[in-house]
């Protein structure tokens, strides 16, 4: 990155005056003064508050994140700022000062002024925020054009180029004429990285801007975003649900709550030494922060009476799974392969090894944690222990029994001992049956008792996962996803099963909530004596599940064994890749 | 997108086969004499039952038929009708007519689809957006057949302002209003798409990072909500097209337009079915060919499909 | 919070109680159907839809409760095109026969081929939209060929080829089945779509995880929850079978002179468009606002099944 914004510019002379203005300000002096902000939406229920009175500046040149889980407001905020809520949102109160000038009751006609020219916009989801009928090239030109960058049309191409080749895109010429769909998820978040910078604004706001992406990806799109804003002295502010990566980014962080701020302060303080109770909580149930506690020294003190996980239980559990280990597997995978063919343009087709000559065993009572990036192979491989897909080759035995060869009705006895639980809570109980239906649904399948002993189990399933039984009545649309989560775990316990397969299964819910679903999960293991394969592609998690891990990367697993020989010495390159991903984990955590 | 072509065009080709044969099926393998069938209401002329056996090869075991009768189909050979004209010149002489009438109200169709559904998209709840909707929802409702006569009383008898029917006259200007009542009997669909189309890019999220990048409404209206939404609409009016030229009959009939339709319609009147048989078969055709066309045409508007 | 450096905030600690994931259930169960319902019913379009529907199916059902004047039988071409008098609101066809008593008649024959449409259509493209879209492969190309070739024949063309050589088997059945035979090829469409959507949710894998059958996953999770366009689009479909009958008898291909439709009504009183219009106007009027109804009643339901409309409004 030779290209410094100022020679972009000398390109240009009539634009060189307001790239030298966000070099020249005071940097004493807040750049953005936010002062109780108020927001509401209205929904078919009346208003609803979304923010409560938000007060923080953001100086010249700083980095500020906001943390939050979803509802928090902390996109509200974002959104807020430069006046660009849903049509249902309206600012209700309050004041955003942005060098002086109030943008919350700003003209129509000011705020396209400071829209990407003073203040730039990275969105959340790569994949939506590009318009997919106009090329790349169209709609970095329209950003260069809208903000007087340039005028006349080979100068606004020469700077649409530059835009993406700051923005890491190597082949930007080329890349110009092509369609988001063209683009990967990374190559596409450059691209709105390169929009969000190509007027060399004065403050950027990222929301969530790598949610959406692969960790490893994640970190390389980061450490560019930081190194342009820290090259230009752009204010950053960022958005995230995940407290490590804010930390790790940000010299101060704000953690939002139910529209409110509830700290804020000097990013390693808050995480050393948090003072409110919320805070406290949400350190404690962060993942990469827990892994660090269990490789550590500091079981002994386990925080607050409602910590997020029971360490010790876990650590207990480790101990029993390492002493089984001797015992026979449950679940034994033995060269497993499955090929697709995929269809190419010109009728032929393409074999695709989505899962390559995989082997693992899963002792009894234990979690093997499957572990790979988008499109490594371990949902296929999940489906294919669960009998959903059939391998092209290999062996699946469970208890002795080759699922691989099994006949149907093999196949049916098998699914008793064996139940998912998939990753969207959404998605994972049919919306037009009751809860009680739901769960209840693999008893009738299977022919389990008689109508009064199926409800009795009903409700002895949905005290364990900690539902009130009048929940059996209610449909799923009344609940949250965590608990629906819940009800989705009550469905695969109701056969008494002795293997649970988790595909992502808290992948989709707020920190919180994981940590309370993995302790029920942790639970239910030791209680039930339940042998689990937890397929995720988030390693921070696996720290506090797995027994044993098995990486997968292109259909292939790449490297396996217990989580401590992982997590303490890593082999392959990728694995340490990943592990370095890993957002916060070379930060000092306190001990709440 | 040349493999997206070829593989649309081989799959017509079952579908083309199939349509004809199913229309001959119809009328051949109905239970009785087809050829009493063929002469509905009437007493069959010995004479013209036997050239009709011989038109239809009636002596041939009936795969044979149809495949005898597809080679005359594509050979141009269409038989005659009733009135002992070569059905290929009726074709030639009423084509251009029900094309040029199609054309217009297409080109109606689509304006109203396009302005109205964008104006109720961008005032959604509004007072024009429920307007719209009542007056679309009445349109829609009205069968075309009770529309033509009000225009024709109102516009033609009462106010005078178009000539009743339109006859040898086919003029643009003689024909527009047929054309505006198809047009307003049928643009609810596209209104319709285009309106929550509109509602839907308006809300996307790359019209947001728009507006973020510092671009202005009169500009993002265009560009990013507009184009975007036309795509449905524009296949949904090409789609019409196809749909229109086959039901010209009641149009073409009421208004005494020349096209292929009143021809049909004559025929159905009169019930001269091998004739009636003849057209449909003709018309299908070209609807199954407007209907590879449109595919096409998507693929083109829709820069995802365009380039694989 | 106004220096560069910035201070430690922490919200006074009473306002927070960090409660996670409390499960919060209101008093009324809520559900699709439910809170279709709920929305349905505070709309004043939905009971005047609902009212105009029945109506026309107490007229179908029992004619005499509406008028006593006999529809055929009493005609005198002394009243020929004779205005409203007492006791014939809507005065007379060329034929000298009671408008009014002919309206209310002629809504039976609009209504039985509408609703056995609807019942042929259903019938047909149900299953075939249902199990080329839930089993895909094979199955899918071929009743996906099969309903391309009825989709691609114009099922008003169709009609009038089927009805013109039926000459004399003219009847409501022959009717029904010349449209719905055809009708169904689009429904089948719509519900394929719509199940390969709903194919791919999680739930459907779920349901054969625990080893519920293909077949038995398809009727219990993936069709209840792909209903919401065959609802409307069933709805929307009798509305246009009662036009496409009309437009049939106006053609002379629908159903013979002797039975009462709206559509030979209106047929017949073309030739006195000018003297009187009245002839033309009643049971044109009748066709609309019954047309106008299902239509109506099938853009309602549409809204109230699909949450995405609902916020659309």
């Not at chain 1, 000398?10 to 203005?21: A, E, G, K, S, Y």
């Not at chain 1, 490297?559 to 990943?578: C, H, R, V």
């Amino acid at each position: 990155m030779s290209d410094s914004p100022v020679t972009a510019v000398d390109l240009n002379q009539d634009t060189d005056v307001l790239v030298h203005d966000s070099h020249n300000v005071d940097p004493n002096k807040p750049l953005v003064e936010i002062r109780d902000l108020a927001i509401g939406f209205t929904t078919q229920g009346g208003v609803v508050e979304a923010l409560k009175g938000v007060s923080f500046d953001i100086f010249p040149g700083e980095t500020v994140a906001i943390v939050g889980e979803s509802g928090s407001g902390k996109s509200t905020t974002a959104h807020g700022i430069i006046n660009l809520l849903p049509e249902n949102g309206k600012i209700t109160g309050g004041s955003v000062k942005f060098e002086g000038k109030d943008l919350a009751h700003a003209k129509k006609s000011e705020l396209y002024k400071v829209r990407g020219r003073d203040i730039g916009f990275v969105p959340q989801d790569p994949m939506s925020n590009l318009n997919p009928v106009w090329s790349v090239g169209f709609q970095v030109r329209e950003a260069v054009k809208a903000n007087g960058l340039a005028t006349n049309k080979k100068d606004v191409n020469a700077r649409a180029i530059e835009v993406l080749k700051e923005a890491g895109l190597a082949d930007a010429e080329r890349r110009m004429a092509q369609y988001p769909h063209q683009f990967s998820g990374g190559m596409r978040q450059r691209v709105l990285i390169g929009i969000g910078l190509a007027a060399n604004p004065k403050l950027l706001i990222a929301d969530e801007p790598t949610s959406a992406l692969d960790v490893t990806v994640q970190r390389v799109i980061l450490d560019h975003l930081e190194a342009l804003t820290r090259e230009r002295n752009t204010a950053l502010l960022l958005i995230t649900h995940d407290l490590g990566l804010a930390a790790e980014r940000a010299t101060k962080l704000i953690v939002m709550y139910q529209g409110k701020i509830v700290e804020a302060g000097p990013s390693l303080k808050i995480l050393q030494d948090p003072q409110h109770p919320y805070t406290k909580r949400l350190i404690a149930s962060a993942p990469s922060l827990a892994s660090q506690r269990i490789s550590g020294t500091h079981v002994d003190h386990v925080g607050g009476e409602e910590a997020g996980i029971d360490v010790a239980d876990l650590a207990a559990k480790h101990e029993r799974a390492k002493a089984n280990q001797a015992a026979t597997p449950v679940v034994e995978v033995k060269d497993l392969t499955k090929i697709y063919s995929i269809r190419k343009g010109n009728f032929k087709s393409e074999p695709l090894r989505a899962v390559d000559n995989i082997s693992f065993k899963i002792p009894k009572g234990s979690t093997l944690a499957l572990v790979g990036e988008s499109g490594s192979g371990k949902t296929t491989a999940a489906k294919m222990v669960l009998g959903l897909e059939k391998p092209t080759s290999g062996d699946i035995f469970l208890d002795g029994t080759n699922l691989a060869g099994a006949s149907r009705s093999e196949l049916f006895k098998v699914r008793r001992k064996m139940q998912p639980v998939f990753q969207d809570p959404y998605g994972s109980l049919d919306p037009q049956r009751s809860i009680g239906a739901i769960i209840g649904e693999p008893l009738k399948v299977h022919k389990v008792g008689d109508n009064a002993s199926r409800d009795a189990r009903i409700k002895e399933l949905l005290d364990q996962v900690s539902l009130p039984t009048a929940v059996a009545k209610r449909y799923p649309n009344e609940l949250s996803g965590g608990q629906r989560q819940r009800v989705a775990i009550a469905r695969a316990l109701a056969l008494k099963p002795e293997i649970v397969v988790l595909d992502e299964a808290v992948s989709a819910l707020d920190v919180l909530v994981q940590a309370q679903i993995l302790q029920l999960l942790a639970d239910l293991q030791s209680d039930l004596d339940l042998t689990y394969l937890f397929i995720t592609h988030d390693l921070a998690v696996v720290r506090v599940v797995a027994d044993e891990i098995a990486v997968m990367e292109q259909g292939k697993i790449v490297e396996s064994g217990t989580a401590d020989e992982i997590f303490s010495n890593a082999q392959t390159e990728y694995t340490q890749k990943l592990l370095e991903a890993i957002p916060g984990a070379g930060i000092e955590w306190g001990d709440v | 997108m040349l493999t997206y072509i070829l593989r649309r065009v081989l799959q017509a080709i079952p579908v083309f086969f199939g349509t004809t044969f199913l229309i001959y099926f119809m009328v051949f393998a109905m239970p009785g004499d087809p050829i009493a069938g063929l002469f509905g209401d009437k007493t069959p002329n010995p004479a013209v039952a036997d050239a009709l056996r011989a038109q239809f090869n009636l002596d041939q075991p009936f795969i044979m038929q149809y495949l005898l009768y597809m080679k005359d189909f594509f050979t141009g050979n269409l038989g005659v009708t009733f009135s002992g004209q070569q059905v290929s010149d009726v074709l030639a002489r009423a084509f251009p007519v029900t094309l040029k009438l199609v054309l217009m109200a297409v080109v109606l169709e689509f304006i109203l689809s396009v302005v109205i559904g964008l104006i109720s998209g961008l005032r959604k709840g509004k007072f024009f957006d429920n307007i719209s909707l009542v007056v679309a929802l009445v349109l829609s409702s009205v069968p075309v057949f009770v529309a033509m006569f009000v225009a024709q009383y109102f516009v033609g008898i009462k106010w005078g302002l178009a000539p009743v029917t339109v006859g040898a006259d086919t003029t643009w200007g003689a024909m527009f209003l047929p054309a505006a009542v198809i047009a307003l009997t049928v643009y609810v669909t596209g209104m319709r798409l285009m309106r929550g189309s509109v509602i839907e890019s308006r809300q996307a999220d790359y019209v947001r990072t728009a507006y973020a990048k510092g671009l202005t409404h009169k500009r993002i209206v265009p560009v990013h909500i507009a184009r975007n939404s036309l795509i449905p609409v524009i296949t949904n009016t090409a789609a019409s097209f196809g749909a229109l030229i086959a039901g010209t009959t009641v149009t073409e009939g009421i208004f005494n337009i020349p096209g292929i339709g009143q021809v049909l319609y004559q025929a159905i009147t009169q019930s001269e079915v091998p004739t009636v048989v003849t057209f449909v078969t003709i018309l299908t055709v070209i609807y199954v060919i407007v209907n590879i066309l449109v595919d096409l045409l998507y693929a083109v508007l829709d820069p995802r499909i365009r380039y694989v | 919070m106004s220096n560069r450096s910035s201070e430690h905030y922490v919200a006074p600690i009473e306002d927070a109680n960090v409660e996670v994931d409390a499960l919060k259930l209101k008093e009324r169960k809520s559900n699709l159907w439910l809170d279709a319902w709920r929305d349905l019913r505070r709309r004043p379009l939905f009971y005047a839809a609902v009212a105009m529907v029945l109506l026309v199916t107490v007229m179908a059902l029992w004619p005499t409760l509406f008028t006593d004047v006999p529809p055929n039988s009493d005609c005198s071409l002394s009243n020929s095109n004779g205005g409203a008098v007492a006791g014939h609101p809507m005065g007379f066809t060329r034929q000298g026969c009671d408008i009014y008593a002919r309206v209310v008649w002629g809504a039976r024959t609009s209504l039985a081929v509408g609703v056995l449409v609807v019942a042929i259509t259903a019938v047909i493209g149900i299953p075939m939209g249902a199990i080329a879209g839930f089993f895909g492969g094979k199955i899918d190309s071929f009743l996906s060929r099969i309903g391309d070739i009825f989709f691609s024949i114009p099922y008003f063309l169709a009609a009038v080829v089927v009805m013109s050589v039926l000459s004399d088997l003219r009847s409501v059945w022959t009717i029904a089945l010349a449209i719905g035979g055809f009708a169904w090829a689009s429904l089948a469409r719509i519900l394929r779509a719509e199940i390969l959507q709903v194919k791919n949710s999680d739930y459907i894998m779920a349901s054969e995880a625990v080893g519920r059958g293909r077949m038995s996953t398809l009727m219990r999770h993936a069709l209840p929850n792909s209903l919401t366009p065959v609802i409307v689009t069933l709805t929307i479909a009798l509305g246009a079978a009662i036009v496409a009958e009309a437009t049939l008898s106006f053609l002379g291909v629908g159903l013979g002179d002797t039975v009462m439709s709206w559509g030979n009504d209106i047929s017949k009183a073309q030739t006195s468009i000018r003297t009187a219009p009245m002839s033309l106007v009643w049971p044109s009027l009748a066709l609309t606002l019954t047309v106008l109804a299902f239509i109506v009643l099938g853009e309602l339901i549409r809204d109230a099944l699909d949450p995405k409309a609902r916020a659309r409004r």
